[in-house]
């Protein structure tokens, strides 16, 4: 791959060191390091923070529950087509000026969420949100790589792990309470502050360097094409399917094509092409298709409990969103207190085992989740919220180093879009995989159930008679009362059969991250060449 930043084509020595004094480690790069991070745990806290307040937003737009789900989706759609795009156009552009730029776009788009006048125009201002937002995310990865020496990545990459796996864990809670507080406005107003400051922490950090206009000229719009309609329709699929049930849809089954074709596509031309939109051959390594795996898993996890938790405190429990987020943040805060020490713990100990350590912690995490009764709310899940947030350091911060510790210089900016790319795919296909599921089991385990009644007729019966005489006491006539006493009986039923169904589903996901920790267990030990 030819096509590289604008210093890699130069000798080594000039990518570390350079006469203004951007030297890796130095002051300047730390904080254009600490720009890009701020910037990559807005975009993907921006991802959550509007769940936990969609019913105000759709109540004040005038939008249904199923059209209030697209604000989300184009956020996600959007942002899904801008990764990609980053490495090319950071490297045509300069990545200053090209950070500079979705920065600003960033702000304005949130601005303009906030002045949202009706659904379309949320969707669109959202879908300017996410594009724009995505870029943040992969550049913030490769600045680290490419800005701080090889002994402090290990802290780079820990601080990553704050914007990957945190911000996701406090959007629900903070967009509560935002919300709450104040109205739903604040959800794009809060991002006005951060952004101003991370401009001012990349113009300060970043070299000014011209634009490379035959990199740009040179673009690869086959690759273009392709990659934005294949991910754009398999984002869409994945986020609307369950609602839609998936292939009974017209709209599914068009977009699954579509996406099927183009995807194909894209891949095809990417290993063709002598310089590609995106380095796929890296892929071909290992170590690195390894700890892409892992990343997958990691997003299909890490998304799947922060979908699922929420719908089942809301649905078993009627939480309130602010309730909710209270539950959620242990997923986030512990893992502060662990983040400090994990570089350190990195020059002890083999990268591979933390991470597989990690992995286990979370599958842990799930498999604890997986014996609810009706009893168990809020306070029985934050023993198990706290060791997912535990586990959490150990993996994000090893695998970005292994996963990168043979790719070349001029191989980063693809690098760093592929592993991003996987953790929200594994994301998208998390909260998919779960909802579905969800919604299969707990039809299936209520017909079960009903199917089990006569067999504890007695039972039913008693508990039946003594709801009736509770309910006639209580003033309703007889008539009314054994209406009443109907309509509990299947309302119990049909929890018992929710919950049996969560619990299959965290038992599914603590499974799944047990092929997580086999995947980094195969990844060579480092310093053996892949």
């Known amino acids: 791959m030819s096509a590289t930043v604008e210093s890699v084509s130069e000798p080594s020595s000039t990518v570390t060191v350079s006469p203004q004094g951007y030297e890796r480690g130095s002051r300047r790069a730390w904080i254009a390091v600490f720009g890009g991070l701020i910037g990559a745990f807005m975009a993907i806290l921006d991802i959550q923070i509007t ?88 550049l913030a990865f490769r600045l680290i790589l490419e800005f701080l020496p090889d002994d402090k990545r290990a802290v780079g990459m820990a601080l990553f792990g704050v914007t990957a796996t945190f911000a996701p864990s406090i959007g629900p809670t903070l967009g509560g309470w935002l919300t709450e507080q104040f109205s739903w406005h604040y959800l794009f107003y809060i991002n006005v502050p951060p952004g101003l400051l991370v401009m001012a922490m990349l113009a300060y950090g970043l070299e000014k360097k011209p634009v490379v206009w035959d990199k740009l000229k040179n673009m690869d719009l086959s690759g273009i094409i392709t990659m934005a309609l294949g991910m754009g329709c398999l984002e869409v699929v994945l986020e609307e399917g369950n609602r839609k049930q998936w292939f009974s849809s017209d709209l599914i089954r068009n977009l699954s094509l579509v996406a099927a074709i183009n995807i194909a596509l894209f891949i095809y031309i990417q290993l063709k092409k002598k310089e590609p939109l995106v380095n796929l051959r890296l892929l071909r390594h290992r170590d690195f298709a390894l700890s892409t795996l892992a990343y997958f898993l990691l997003g299909m996890a890490l998304f799947g409990a ?142 079960h159930i009903k199917e089990t009644l006569p067999a504890v007729s007695s039972l039913a019966n008693d508990y039946f008679t003594q709801t009736t005489n509770v309910l006639i006491q209580a003033g309703s006539d007889p008539v009314t009362a054994s209406a009443q006493a109907h309509a509990m009986l299947s309302q119990t039923m049909t929890q018992q059969a929710y919950i049996q169904a969560y619990n299959d589903v965290f038992y599914m996901l603590a499974a799944l991250l047990l092929i997580a920790v086999v995947s980094v267990l195969l990844i060579r030990k480092p310093g053996n060449k892949a």
Not at 71 to 98: D, K, N
Not at 114 to 130: D, V
Not at 398 to 417: D, L, Q, R
């Open 51 to 138: 769940n936990a307040s969609m019913k105000e937003i759709q109540g004040s737009l005038g939008a249904t529950l199923e059209e209030g789900s697209w604000i989300a989706t184009a956020y996600l759609v959007a942002e899904m087509i801008a990764i990609p795009l980053s490495g090319w156009l950071s490297q045509g552009l300069s990545v200053r000026r090209y950070l500079l730029w979705t920065t600003t776009a960033f702000i304005g788009a949130s601005i303009l969420c906030s002045m949202s006048w009706n659904l379309e125009s949320m969707i669109a201002f959202r879908a300017m949100q996410g594009f724009f937002g995505g870029a943040l995310i992969p």
């Open 306 to 447: 922060i979908y699922l938790i929420p719908l089942y405190l809301s649905q078993i429990h009627d939480y309130s969103p602010l309730e909710i987020g209270e539950v959620i943040m242990w997923m986030g805060f512990p893992q502060l207190l662990v983040l400090p020490f994990i570089p350190k713990l990195m020059e002890r100990f083999d990268g591979r085992y933390m991470a597989a350590f990690g992995f286990a912690m979370f599958s842990l995490s799930f498999y604890m989740n997986s014996h609810m009764t009706v009893d168990y709310a809020g306070h029985q899940m934050i023993a198990s919220q706290v060791v997912r947030a535990l586990g959490q350091p150990f993996i994000l911060v090893p695998i970005g180093i292994i996963a990168t510790m043979h790719i070349k210089p001029h191989e980063n900016a693809s690098a760093s879009t592929v592993l991003n790319v996987m953790r929200n795919l594994g994301g998208a296909c998390g909260i998919a995989l779960v909802a579905t599921m969800t919604d299969n089991l707990s039809r299936e385990h209520l017909a």
